[in-house]
C-alpha cells in the first residue's frame, strides 16, 4: 500500500515526508495503523551517524501504538482490532537469549540495522522511485502504517491512550529498568540519574518505586530539573561537578549506591566523572548511547579495582517486551507510574523537525507524533 514516512536520506539534513509503498503482511508479520509515535533520541543519533544504518534512505521511528488490521499466515497471537505496541527489540522466545532470562538480548535483533525484513530477508517498504528504504529497528514507527514481525509487537489493553502506550515500547522500559533491573536499585539506597529527559524521567520513577532514600538528578537544563521534582527526585544539579560535592556531603562521603546515566549522547571522556559519585561496591549502569564507531573511555582503572566498582551497560533496562510492556502499562493504570506528565507536546508527523529541535532545545521530556484520520 502507498502511504508516507519521515525518511533520512543523508546525514545531519533535516526529516522529509515523502511517499512510500509498504508491502502486505507475510508469514508470522502483521499490518498496523499507527495512532502515535515517541520521539526517541535514539532517532536523532540516525540523523548524526551515531547509530549507522546499513544505507540510506532512513524510515524512522521505533516507538508506536496502534492497531492491528490484517494479519499474515501463521499469527496466532493477534487479531484484526488489536491494540499493539511496537517493541524496538524484537522477542521470539526460543532463541538462547531469550530462554536465558534475556529477552531484551533475543537473537532475532542481530539484524535491526540491515533493514531487510525477519520474516523472509528482503526489503518491504520502498520509496516511490522503488528505492529500498531502511526502517529503524525494521519498525519506522514514522509512518501512518507498517508491517512488522509479530516478535516485534504486544498486544495492549484498549484503554490505554495511544500517546501514553507508544512510550512503552523503548523509552518507558529502558529507563524503568536500568533502575529497577540492571540497576537493581533497592529500598534505603542513594541513586544519581545523570540526564532527566524521557529515559532519565522513566529511571529516576524507577528508583523512587523502588525506595531510593535520595534520588539525585543532574542535567544542565533547569525546566528538566524542575520537572524532575515533580517526578520525585529530592534534590537536583545541573552538572557533574556541582553535584560531587554535594552528594558527598549528603550520603557522609559514601556516594550514591547506583548512578544511572541516561543522558542523550554519551561521550567516553565523562565516564569517569560518573563513575566518581559512584560508591564503594556501587554500579554505574551506562543506558544512553554512544556513537557506536567511537571507542575512547576515560576511566581510572586502578580506583575500579580498589573500589570494587562496576559499570553496567543496559539495552531496554533488561526488560523482558512480551512480560514487561503490559505489566508497566496496568502500573499506570493503578497510578503507580506517570507516563502522561512524561509527554509535554504531541505533533504532526510535518512537525517532525520541529519536534526534534524542542528535544535538543530541552523544552521537552517526551514528544510524540499523533497520527489523524487525514494520515490514514
Known amino acids: ?43 536523532h543519533h540516525l540523523m548524526t551517524g551515531g547509530i549507522p544504518m546499513a544505507g540510506f534512505p532512513i524510515l524512522g521511528g521505533h516507538e508506536g501504538s496502534g492497531v492491528v488490521e490484517e494479519i499474515g499466515e501463521g499469527v496466532t497471537d493477534f487479531e484484526v482490532g488489536d491494540h499493539v505496541v511496537l517493541s524496538f527489540i524484537p522477542s521470539c522466545g526460543k532463541c538462547p537469549s531469550c530462554k536465558s532470562g534475556m529477552a531484551n538480548l533475543c537473537d532475532m535483533g542481530a539484524m535491526l540495522l540491515q533493514g531487510e525484513a525477519v520474516s523472509d530477508n528482503t526489503f518491504r517498504i520502498h520509496t516511490a522511485e522503488g528505492e529500498n528504504v531502511y526502517p529503524m529497528t525494521l519498525l519506522g514507527t514514522f509512518a501512518p502504517y507498517m508491517v512488522v514481525h509479530e516478535a516485534s509487537a504486544v498486544k495492549i489493553d484498549k484503554s490505554i491512550p495511544f500517546e501514553v502506550a507508544a512510550l512503552v515500547g523503548c523509552g518507558i522500559p529502558t529507563g524503568y529498568g536500568s533502575s529497577t533491573r540492571s540497576g537493581d536499585v533497592r529500598p534505603g539506597e542513594d541513586v544519581a540519574i545523570v540526564g ?20 539525585f538528578a543532574i542535567d544542565p ?42 543522558v542523550g549522547e554519551v561521550h567516553g571522556k565523562d565516564v569517569d566523572s560518573w563513575m566518581g559519585i559512584t560508591a564503594k561496591g556501587g554500579t554505574c549502569v551506562l543506558t544512553g548511547m554512544g556513537n557506536m564507531l567511537e571507542s575512547d573511555v576515560t576511566l581510572n582503572l586502578a580506583m575500579l579495582t580498589l573500589l570494587q566498582k562496576n559499570l553496567q551497560g543496559t539495552i531496554f533496562g533488561g526488560a523482558n517486551p512480551k512480560r514487561d510492556i503490559p505489566q508497566l502499562l496496568s502500573m499506570y493504570r493503578m497510578g503507580k507510574l506517570n507516563i502522561e506528565d512524561m509527554i509535554t507536546r504531541q505533533y504532526r508527523l510535518d512537525q517532525i523537525n520541529q519536534g526534534y529541535q524542542d528535544m535538543l532545545d530541552g523544552k521537552n521530556i517526551r514528544g510524540v507524533i499523533r497520527y489523524t484520520d487525514e494520515d490514514h
Open 1 to 43: 500500500m502507498k502511504t508516507k514516512g519521515a525518511l533520512l536520506r543523508e546525514l545531519n539534513k533535516p526529516w522529509q515526508i515523502e511517499e512510500i509503498e509498504i508491502g502486505d503482511p507475510k508469514a508470522h508479520e502483521i499490518k498496523i495503523r499507527m495512532e502515535a509515535a515517541g520521539m526517541c533520541h535514539s532517532d
Open 196 to 215: 532527566v529527559g524521557g529515559v532519565g524521567t522513566a529511571a529516576l520513577q524507577g528508583a523512587v518505586i523502588s525506595g531510593a532514600r535520595n534520588v
Open 221 to 262: 537544563v533547569e525546566w528538566k530539573r524542575e520537572q524532575a521534582m515533580k517526578f520525585g527526585a529530592t534534590k537536583t544539579f545541573a552538572s557533574i561537578e556541582e553535584a560531587a560535592p554535594a552528594i558527598a556531603e549528603i550520603t557522609y562521603g559514601h556516594m550514591c549506591h547506583k548512578v544511572i546515566v541516561t
